[in-house]
Each structure stands twice: as C-alpha cells, then as structure tokens.
C-alpha cells in the first residue's frame, strides 16, 4: 500500500513532464496514394508533413511507462512516491481491467489508485484538471497522468478525411503539491448532441457480428469539427486565461491539441494572441495523437528552447464527445 497522503495541499503544480515518440516516421507519400491526394494538399490543410507511427511492439502501455520514466526523472520522484495514476486514451482495446493498473505495476509503483479516463482528444486536459483536485484536497500527494494512443490501429487507411491524420504516442505529467499556483481552474464541457461528429464507426457488438470484421476505424466530420474547434474554443481558452487572472500579454506559451495546424492559427487569430507568445506546432513532424499531444507537443517547446521553468502556458484539449477542458500551468 503507498503512504497516506499527508492532507490537503494549498495548491497543486506539474513537476515534471516526459514523453514517447514511437520509432516508425510516416511521410505523407506513404499515405496520399490510398486516398487520392497529395503530400501538397495534405500540408496545407492539415500542416502535417509526416507523422509517428508505433512498432508491432511498441504498445500502448509500453509507450505510456516510458513516457511516464521520463516524467519520473524530470521530476526528481521515484515510482514509489505516486499514488495515483490516471491515463487518458481511447486506444487501449481491452475494456477491462484499465491501462492504467499495468502501467503502474510496470513502474514499480506501491498499488496506488489507477483508473483510465475516457475523454478522446480531450484527455489529458482531464487528467490535469483532475489531479489538481485530487492533491488539493488531499486524496493524493502525486499524481502522474499519461496521454497515450495508439491510433494507427484504428485509423481507416482509405478514408480521404482522417487517414493522414492520425498519429501514435504517448506524453505524461506528475503533479504534486505547490506552495503558489501552478494548475489554475479549469473550463471544460462537452456536447453530446454532436457525438456523431468524430467517433468509432462501429459499436464492438456490430465489429464481432459482421461478415467482414476489422477494427472500428475512427471516423470524423472533418468540416464541421474544424468550424467548431477554430471558433468555440477560442472562446474557451480566453475563458480559461479570465479565470487564471491574466491576460494574453502575460501569456508565454500556447500549446493547444494538436488536431490540426490550421486550427491552432485560428485559434491564436482568434484569441489575438500577440506575437510574444510562443505555440505549439507539433503536428507537422508528430501528426495528432489525440490525448498524447499536449505533453509531446511541450516537450518539443522543450526541446527547441520555446519553454522555460516558470513560463504560463495555455493548454486547450478538446475533440469528440464533444468534449473539451482548458486550463493555465505553470511550466515546471
Ligand atoms: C479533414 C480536413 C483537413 C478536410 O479539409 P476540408 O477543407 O474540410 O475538406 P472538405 O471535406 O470540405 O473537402 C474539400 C475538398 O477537398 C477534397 N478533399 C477531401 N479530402 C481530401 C484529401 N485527403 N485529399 C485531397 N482532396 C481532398 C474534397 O473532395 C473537396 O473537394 P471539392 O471541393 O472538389 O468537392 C479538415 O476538415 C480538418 O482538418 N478538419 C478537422 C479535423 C481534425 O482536426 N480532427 C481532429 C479533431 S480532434
């Protein structure tokens, strides 16, 4: 069993955030051929010029634990200090018992909490949101979030509106206990009345009964899900900036889902974000990689010098469900 949590914590910070990029690179002439399209078309809708897919044995578990490891090292935590773990994805095919409880065991944690949140493109956002809860009010002391998904499995490779989209990976935060904010309120929702617009094509019951079986492909409106994410969410991240008590001159980073390039320039058009601000462009090299995008696209900010310990950045998820959530951090 881990240790109590040693009671509330005035407020909640990231500590530390790792990642996973899968070893097989896909450039748009693998895929343009199936779909009747160009490497052309495809960067200027999209901004993907090639994406990440997983190896026959990088799984999603595997990718989440290294992932994890290295948001463990960043954080200066060792496995046995968590005692919770929450992963976001949609691409873990075994309904039950949840990735979260094998990605646990694999650390060489001590039996925390571990449970799977459902929330697709969103996930991670949840999960962030979530953890900030749990360690202000004292359920837990660390918790370590993982977005991780394995979407090559089931993207439709003929379908002209997501085949060049989809992409695997896998990112994860640990949050603890802070003594000044790090993880300020968060906006979220969702709309189930647009839950035709992006979701599994098939309900699994239809999957094991059809004369031709395959995996239920994600399918998406492509159109619509554009018009709704460049505008709406616009209006959420500035919510979301409101309720952390800035505005966007202070604002250092924005790092939005990875869904589409265009979508983040809208977005950033839209928010009137100026030209101080740094964003998130990992899509081009990564593709969308639904609840993995947010912590690979940061780790890249990282990487190429775009974020700093102390910056504030702007994380905004949202895809099906419609489900959304956004929130200010303060980059560890
Ligand atoms: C998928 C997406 C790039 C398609 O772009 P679009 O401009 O909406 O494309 P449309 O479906 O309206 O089709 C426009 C034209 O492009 C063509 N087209 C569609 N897909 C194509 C493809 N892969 N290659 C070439 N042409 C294509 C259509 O046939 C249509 O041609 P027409 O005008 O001659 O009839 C775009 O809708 C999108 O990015 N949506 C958001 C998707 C997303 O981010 N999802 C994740 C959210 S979590």
Redo the contacts with the bound molecule.
């Keep these: 069993m881990t240790a109590e949590p040693s009671g509330t914590a005035s407020h909640a910070r990231i500590l530390g955030i790792g990642a996973y990029r899968p070893s097989v690179v896909v450039p748009n002439s693998d895929i343009v051929g199936r ?3 160009s490497d052309e ?2 960067q200027q ?2 901004g993907i010029k090639e994406r990440r897919w997983a190896a026959p044995e990088e799984t999603a578990r595997s990718m989440g634990v290294a992932a994890a490891e290295q948001a463990l090292v960043r954080a200066g935590l060792d496995a046995r200090q968590i005692d919770c773990v929450v992963v976001a994805t949609i691409s873990h095919f075994m309904q039950t018992p949840a990735l979260a409880t094998l990605i646990a065991h694999d650390l060489g944690t001590e039996q925390p909490a571990a449970f799977d949140i459902s929330a697709a ?1 969103a996930g991670f956002s949840h999960g962030i949101a979530l953890a900030n809860d749990l360690v202000r009010g004292g359920s837990a002391r660390h918790v370590l979030v993982i977005g991780v998904e394995r979407l090559s499995e089931i993207t439709d490779p003929d379908d ?2 997501s085949a ?2 989809f992409a695997d990976g896998a990112g994860a935060a640990i949050v603890g206990p802070s003594r000044t904010p790090g993880i300020f309120p968060v906006v979220w929702g969702s709309d189930g009345e647009q839950y035709d617009l ?1 979701r599994q094509r098939d309900d699994w019951r239809d999957v094991i009964t059809s004369e031709t079986p395959s995996m239920p492909y994600l399918q ?1 409106q ?2 619509a ?2 018009r709704w ?1 460049s505008f709406a969410m616009a209006k959420v991240g500035l919510q979301a900036l409101d309720r952390a008590g800035i505005t966007v001159d202070e604002l250092d980073c924005f790092v939005p ?1 990875q ?2 390039m ?2 983040t320039d809208a977005m950033a058009r839209s928010m009137k974000l100026p030209d101080t601000v740094r964003i998130a462009r990992d899509i081009a090299e990564q593709g ?1 990689t639904s609840a993995a995008s947010i912590p690979l696209a940061l780790d890249r900010m990282y990487a190429d010098g775009e974020a700093r310990t102390g910056d504030h950045a702007l994380l905004i998820a ?2 099906a469900g419609l489900a959304y959530a956004a929130q200010v951090v303060v980059l560890p």
Aim: aromatic share 14%.
């Design positions: 779909i009747d399209s078309w495809v809708r999209s493109c002209r509106g060049f989209i992006i998406m492509g159109n899900v554009f994410a889902h869904a589409n265009r979508i969308n949202f895809g």
